[in-house]
């Protein structure tokens, strides 16, 4: 066979193989399941097209889409120091009861107030940028184009509470917005845009993903509770929120329209895996937990190994 011919054969296979599309949701420290989950897939032999990723999802997918193996993945989760990473805590300030530097307030470490930038929250998040960052770079995944899966992340815009997925630009600080849980870290703007944690609209973005030309999903929901779906109600607070720009917010608040798209999108996988993970929560962060997490999220997915061998068949016919 020719080179020519050659190319053409696996053009063409490439253009009729079903595209795999992964789904990762956000749930703070439980994210440790998607590693192991991510481990079966790998033994499974499949290869992924895309990945969509929410919150903690956008960490595990942004780093999955530049290279990085669940083995290695493994790794970084039980090794990370995430109680500092996640604060921003100084440990050099971590014996000090109260201290103030360049404008900023610690206790014990930990930022609880930055004069300098007064807008809801109270963490940054910087540290977890810069590590994301870091991390990226040694894999040349910095920006969206250069990583080697294309990856998207979800975030939501502050004031009016609308889906804003994020495709180009810094991955890190895409990753930051995706993860900036209202209240506790502080808005990334974005193009003009305040941002903050997707988990708010879409925690479990699998119609992003076949929108980026999925055709078989696998979703990893981290959520432990279903949750009915709320009809939209008029309230004077959504006209009081209006009148200082938040009416999106209190909008979201009475119907919750992520719950529908939630609800939504589970139908919508093909291979749907929610790992037990009743004991834990999404502070549960610590070597232990996130050692028994990963084990969970790995058990979680070899039952699915029928669906996940049929999935294998399908992109190799």
Request: charged fraction near 20%.
């Amino acid at each position: 066979m020719t080179l020519v011919s050659l190319t053409f054969v696996l053009t063409c296979f490439s253009q009729q193989r079903p595209k795999i599309g992964l789904v990762l949701g956000g749930g703070g420290a439980k994210g440790a399941a998607e590693v192991g989950a991510l481990k079966v897939i790998e033994r499974a032999g499949l290869h992924v097209d895309y990945i969509a990723g929410t919150s903690i999802g956008a960490i595990v997918g942004s780093l999955y889409a530049a290279g990085y193996t669940a083995t290695e993945l493994d790794s970084m989760f039980c090794q990370q120091e995430w109680l500092s990473l996640l604060t921003d805590r100084r440990m050099d300030l971590s014996g000090e009861p109260y201290k103030q530097v360049n404008g900023v307030t610690y206790i014990f470490g930990f930022p609880v107030h930055d004069q300098d930038a007064p807008s809801w929250g109270v963490l940054r998040g910087g540290s977890v940028e810069q590590a994301v960052d870091s991390m990226l770079s040694l894999r040349n995944g910095v920006e969206f184009e250069t990583l080697k899966i294309p990856f998207r992340c979800v975030a939501a815009e502050l004031k009016t509470a609308q889906e804003v997925v994020l495709k180009d630009g810094a991955v890190p600080q895409a990753v930051r917005a995706s993860m900036a849980i209202p209240g506790l870290f502080k808005a990334v703007v974005i193009n003009g845009q305040p941002l903050i944690d997707g988990g708010m609209m879409n925690n479990l973005p699998v119609d992003v993903v076949r929108d980026m030309g999925a055709d078989i999903v696998i979703a990893i929901d981290l959520q432990q509770a279903r949750h009915k779906t709320r009809e939209k109600s008029s309230s004077p607070l959504v006209d009081l929120a209006g009148m200082i720009g938040l009416g999106g917010v209190a909008d979201w608040v009475l119907s919750r329209p992520d719950i529908r798209k939630y609800n939504d999108n589970i139908k919508a996988a093909d291979v749907y895996v929610n790992p037990p993970l009743p004991d834990y929560e999404a502070s549960s962060f610590g070597n232990a937990s996130m050692r028994r997490m990963i084990d969970i999220g790995e058990e979680a997915m070899q039952k699915q190994w029928d669906k996940l061998m049929e999935i294998k068949r399908k992109t190799q016919q």
